[in-house]
């Protein structure tokens, strides 16, 4: 009875209607609706009461009018917006501010006003317990002695040492210049040759340092000959910086983060990703450019990253990229958008931190072109076969059956970001990796070296890897054409991409259905969608020419 | 006539079975839009009647389009509308975390939280026009309250209860003329039930409200 | 020979029947592959259940939870390594918990423990996908998404348009997407994110002056007109007005003191404990309040179906030891309180409790590699398991399985829960045992009510139907 309901109301709707006379259902829109359909999807709001005024008596909208919400600031907002549903930006999983560069703020008095201390509770584990875990330090300013060192005092609770604790300095901190805040001294350590020794005899009085550095110390151990470890020298902008008790937060707490400038450099980041499309829209380059275009824009929060903080995580690898420069000029807060002209194998938004920070793994980079660019999408054949089967233990998921339907695709896909860390988002040099580990996993000099061997080699192949032991690991089961893709890139990708016409066939698929809000009907499949890709690449990829192409079809003034 | 349908719509559906007996069924297709017939078609082509052609799909307006328009219809600040950034998420707005595409239907939650944004912006909007400065060129706007410094320097007429309707329904809508007679006439009643408050100019309040959660204003 | 395919719609007719009328066991064996399952007809439909569907986000490790092995495993021969190493003193302490049949992880705290023997786990589910958006719309809705796109209605949702509405609230999801194809809009969901957005959802934020609300609600009535109709394509009109409709009923029947934490009576004390709503530290989107928000909404006639998220962020790519265990624990514990609520809640029936009256089913979009990558965790894997409770469902059992080496889904027997990592080319032929995919749970919680599950093309699990 429902069914009932809901015709009879309708009919209910279209008896009233008619009753007032003037409800014809099937009509084109007229000259006011369109106005606003059109100021709505192409500028994202209802047109001003001026322009409803000048469009009085008119059944159509003006060639200008309609040029002008396409050439408007608006219009490239809207195609930000459009952007961020194919790529999907967001960097809450990436870890972009590790917590042993983490300060936290303290408030060291509830509600009698505001008396912060900002410490590291990854350091005041290490450097101040003994059984309070994170243990902050005294609120009052610091000693030290001969050797610059902060004077240690017990904090005693119940007749037992829980802790040891500094006192305060006071420091201005790069991200809010011309003022200072109390940080715990240990935390505050800025040693001027910018490197400290790592798991000291000293650093290891402290138990839970003494744990973490004989867990750490297995690995040097475990390599002939053995790594230096106990006092090798260690930068202090390095992820193993925490291992030294002589690291702190660098000048001006530079090498640290806290959350709101972690939030900020979030923003930013994707932010950067959007600029270039913002870029590409309004300066009417060929849309293209979205996806191989070298110049970028960086901003303050992104270069004062990338100069002092990018190396301090293990998950998220961030070597210095000597292909992506960082304008000198840039300090923290500047929040102007200067434009970097990158090199090497960057490619447009593909490459951009944004992106591989968001797709971490080169398969998923690989997934969300062929989503976005490609319209299409991986999709297995079927149920997984017995794994006791033989072609089930394949290590090369090429060939594995019920894998080998998506990878034998995604795979070479994929290795065009083969020379990008993943995880991460610095470029893999040939210099400092090599095809082959011979120079990385021999002759180990640092703990750094023999865990980026580790990371990036293929040392302890299992199976069928057996063929490609040492090589880096992009590289395993690569045959000769996919290598020369995984060396020029995936700038390769997009190029294949455009030439083969899919690009532009699925660019203006998508922009249909964003406008059409409905997928093509067969008729346009076959005639409208082709010819509008046809011009759209012959007409030198121009996005502003295909959504006005898109908006004043007669499908786009129907109503309904 | 459209009181005694929908009555009747009512009676019946008062009559349907217990939820359990009822079976689901789908509504009934949409409309089919059918073009008039063209002049002169190559021969063998199908008649253009037998054929559907395809008409742009309605949408509802997005989180950030409702905030901008509103904006722009009030003629406030460009951002002086902002949803918290939870409650968008909540209304469809992506996070691209957990929510990957703008969720545009409009539920329940949605239609009710219209309510409350009308009633926190429609008196915006009421007020608007006694705080608008009078140093401006002539606005292009209605006046609907005489007493305001806008609108006695630039208003020698004040436009009446009718006229202001009109331009609010064109303003959120985009309908006007003959089109908007039918739309006029209930927003007066709604102007009327509404004026019998004491809020400022609660009258327009009910009109801004009504029209804030129609179907006109959020489906385009 | 030749075949009709059956009329689905003609309920009179048994599978049984049909076959029987078809002469040759060659032939019905035959037929099985064409026709569709039929829907358990002789169970009655209980148009009273409830169903809570409790999401774990980002893809659960099986090892810390519902499929663990013993931490002796041998990575380098059995391709799994259980890491139970890295946990913390607790866990590893806690090691594989056995419950009657049920192993369960280190990471499943005791709060679940206690009421472990409720529930059923099921193993070795296949699920195609590595990619969380397929993945959790494939569990959602029961069918395999088109690229990424949702195909078809959440189960919720399919539910409640077989058992029609009896709740204000027929459908709630926090925090899990949800869809509604052509359903009734009483079986589309109330998405919120947080107990604020239901609160939001159910009380006013600004009050109308009453004048201003009874001429809005009057033009409202009366909608729409021409414009309104012609945009009424796809049903958009009339899911709006309908809405409207809706969302007047949520703030009259007052329901918004039920999920009211500010509550100083006994009952919430009792309901803030019970949750342990004070390690949400204020974020009303945690799954403490999540789960405390289903449990009442179920126990108090708010709903008949939610589905909530039970634990986030489990998309542990790295650092699995630091980050993984503590929330696949949390997502357990509150699991282990909601169900522990309903079993002390009374039911509609002298002597149940609602736990009988309600059908719970936890997931994750898939598992996680039994093996470590490079950077220290584990990435996506195609297994996956399924934790079930509640009405309608055998408790205490553990059906289906995973290889011994690899961890891969192997195939079982729908009738007996057995997996064989071995079976014979027969038992496949026969179609005896299969590779389990979301689909034949799903079918397995519909059937648990006597529900139509014909549409997700795969037989229940019979060995944990009554």
């Known amino acids: 009875m429902r069914i009932m309901t809901v015709v009879l109301t309708l009919v209910a709707f279209s008896a009233s209607a008619q009753a007032d006379a003037k409800c014809e259902l099937a009509k084109p829109i007229d000259g006011q609706r369109l106005l606003r359909r059109l100021s709505l999807d192409l500028r994202g709001y209802t047109p001003s009461y001026q322009e409803a005024v000048d469009q009085r008596g008119s059944a159509e909208v003006s060639a200008a009018k309609l040029d002008s919400y396409i050439q408007s600031a608006d219009f490239v907002g809207t195609m930000r917006k459009y952007h961020e549903q194919l790529l999907w930006p967001n960097l809450d999983s990436a870890e972009l501010d590790p917590l042993q560069q983490k300060l936290f703020r303290v408030d060291m008095d509830p509600g009698m006003g505001e008396d912060f201390i900002y410490f590291s509770i990854l350091r005041a584990l290490f450097l101040r317990s003994v059984t309070q875990q994170f243990p902050i330090c005294r609120n009052e300013p610091a000693t030290f002695d001969a050797q610059g060192q902060p004077v240690m005092t017990p904090l005693v609770v119940n007749g037992q040492t829980v802790a040891m604790q500094e006192g305060y300095v006071m420091v201005e901190p790069y991200w809010a210049p011309g003022t200072q805040v109390k940080v715990c001294a240990l935390d505050a350590m800025a040693p001027a040759s910018g490197t400290g020794r790592i798991c000291t005899a000293k650093a290891r009085m402290s138990p839970y340092m003494n744990q973490t550095c004989n867990q750490f110390g297995v690995y040097p151990n475990a390599v002939q000959p053995p790594v230096p470890f106990n006092d090798a020298p260690i930068a202090c902008d390095s992820a193993f910086a925490f291992l030294s008790s002589e690291c702190g937060c660098g000048p001006n707490l530079r090498l640290c983060q806290t959350d709101e400038t972690a939030a900020r450099l979030r923003r930013s980041l994707i932010d950067q990703q959007m600029r270039v499309v913002e870029d590409v829209v309004s300066q009417d380059l060929p849309y293209t450019e979205v996806l191989t275009r070298m110049r970028v824009p960086m901003n303050g929060a992104i270069a004062h990253y990338l100069r002092y903080q990018s190396r301090a995580s293990f998950e998220l690898f961030g070597e210095t990229d000597a292909t992506n420069p960082i304008p000198p000029q840039l300090s923290y807060l500047d929040d102007t958008w200067v434009n970097v002209d990158r090199g090497g194998r960057h490619s447009g938004i593909l490459t951009t931190p944004g992106y591989l920070l968001k797709y971490m793994s080169n398969r998923g980079r690989a997934h969300r072109f062929y989503n976005a660019f490609e319209c299409s999408s991986f999709i297995p054949g079927g149920p997984l076969p017995s794994p006791q089967e033989a072609c089930s233990k394949h290590e090369d998921l090429t060939k594995r059956c019920g894998c080998d339907a998506c990878h034998i695709r995604l795979e070479p896909m994929s290795a065009h970001w083969g020379r990008f860390a993943e995880y991460g988002f610095t470029p893999l040099d040939e210099g400092r990796y090599p095809r082959t580990a011979a120079g990385v996993c021999t002759n180990f000099q640092s703990i750094d070296q023999l865990f980026r061997c580790f990371r990036f080699y293929n040392v302890q192949p299992v199976g069928e890897e057996e063929a490609y032991r040492n090589q880096l690991r992009p590289y395993v089961f690569r045959t000769p054409d996919e290598v020369a893709k995984l060396e020029t890139g995936p700038r390769a990708l997009a190029q294949a991409s455009i030439d083969s016409g899919a690009f532009a066939s699925c660019t203006t698929r998508k922009l249909w259905g964003y406008y059409m809000r409905r997928e093509p009907t067969p008729d346009e499949e076959s005639t409208v969608i082709p010819t509008l890709a046809a011009d759209f690449k012959s007409g030198g990829y121009k996005i502003k020419d295909l959504v006005k192409k898109i908006v004043t079809q007669p499908a786009y003034r129907r109503m309904p | ?220 | 020979m030749t075949f009709k395919l059956p009329v689905i719609a003609d309920r009179a007719m048994s599978r049984r029947g049909l076959l029987q009328a078809l002469s040759g066991a060659a032939g019905g064996l035959l037929l099985a592959d064409f026709l569709l399952p039929k829907a358990a007809f002789a169970a009655e439909k209980d148009v009273k259940r409830k169903f809570i569907f409790a999401y774990f986000e980002g893809g659960w490790d099986q090892l810390l939870g519902l499929d663990p092995r013993p931490a002796n495993t041998n990575p380098m021969t059995q391709l799994i390594d259980p890491g139970y190493g890295q946990l913390g003193y607790g866990m590893q302490t806690r090691g594989i918990q056995r419950v009657g049949n049920l192993e369960l992880g280190p990471a499943v705290p005791q709060a679940f423990i206690d009421v472990a023997a409720e529930c059923s786990i099921i193993k070795g589910i296949t699920m195609d996908t590595a990619a969380h958006e397929v993945g959790r719309r494939y569990f959602i809705t029961g069918r395999f998404p088109r690229g990424l796109d949702a195909v078809g209605s959440s189960t919720a949702s399919e539910i409640l348009a077989q058992i029609g509405e009896a709740t204000p609230i027929a459908h709630i999801s926090a925090g899990v997407e949800a869809y509604a194809e052509k359903m009734p809009a009483f079986a589309q969901a109330l998405n919120v994110n947080s107990l604020s957005d239901l609160r939001t959802a159910l009380t006013p934020l600004v009050t109308l002056d009453p004048k201003i609300k009874e001429a809005v609600e009057r033009f409202q009535d009366q909608s729409p007109g021409c414009e309104g109709i012609r945009l009424d394509r796809d049903g958009l009109t009339s899911q709006m007005l309908e809405s409207v409709k809706r969302s007047r009923s949520y703030i009259t029947s007052q329901l918004s003191s039920v999920f009211d934490t500010t509550r100083m009576d006994a009952e919430m004390m009792a309901l803030i404990q019970r949750y342990d709503l004070v390690a949400a530290q204020g974020d009303l989107s945690a799954p403490e309040v999540m789960a405390f928000a289903a449990g009442q909404a179920i126990k108090k006639g708010v709903s008949q179906c939610v589905s909530f998220q039970a634990a986030r962020t489990l998309d542990t790519h790295a650092d699995w030891a630091q980050d993984h265990p503590g929330r696949l624990e949390t997502g357990f514990k509150v699991l282990g309180a909601l169900i522990a609520d309903l079993k002390a809640t009374p039911g509609s029936m002298p002597g149940k409790t609602m736990l009988d009256e309600t059908t719970i089913m936890a997931f994750s979009e898939f598992a996680r590699t039994p093996l470590f990558n490079n950077i220290r965790g584990r990435d996506h894997f195609l297994g996956n398991s399924v934790l079930v409770a509640g009405a309608g469902l055998k408790r205490g059992l553990t059906v289906g399985g995973s290889a011994a080496v690899g961890q891969m889904p192997i195939e079982t027997d729908l009738t007996t829960g057995i997996a064989y990592e071995t079976p014979t080319q027969m038992m496949r032929d026969s179609g005896q045992v299969q590779i389990l995919t979301p689909k034949h749970v799903l079918a397995t919680v519909l059937a648990s009510a006597g529900l139509d599950y014909a549409y997700l093309r795969a037989e229940p699990i019979k060995a944990l139907l009554p």
């Open chain 2, 1 to 220: 006539m459209k009181r005694a349908a929908l009555i009747l719509a009512v009676a019946l559906a008062a009559c349907t079975k217990p939820p359990e007996m009822q079976q689901m069924q789908p509504p009934p297709p949409p409309l089919k839009v059918i073009a008039n017939p063209a002049p002169s078609m190559p021969d063998g082509h199908p008649a253009l009647k037998d054929l559907a052609i395809g008409s742009r799909g309605p949408r509802r307006m997005s989180v950030d389009q409702l905030e901008r328009s509103f904006d722009q219809i009030a003629e406030l600040p460009p951002g002086t509308v902002k949803l918290p950034p939870d409650l968008a998420l909540t209304l469809g707005r992506p996070d691209y975390k957990r929510l990957t595409e703008e969720q545009l239907q409009p539920t329940p939650l949605f239609m009710k939280f219209m309510l409350d944004l009308s009633a926190y912006l429609c008196p915006l909007l009421a007020n608007a026009e006694a705080t608008r400065p009078t140093d401006a060129t002539p606005p292009q706007t209605s006046c609907m309250n005489p007493t305001s410094p806008m609108c006695q320097k630039f208003f020698t007429r004040f436009p009446t209860v009718d006229e202001n309707i009109r331009y609010l329904v064109l303003r959120f809508t985009g309908i006007e003329g003959a089109d908007a007679d039918p739309y006029v006439t209930r927003l007066k009643a709604a102007y009327e039930t509404g004026s019998q408050s004491s809020a400022t100019l609660s009258g327009y309040q009910a009109v801004c409200a009504s029209l804030f959660t129609s179907p006109e204003f959020l489906l385009y």
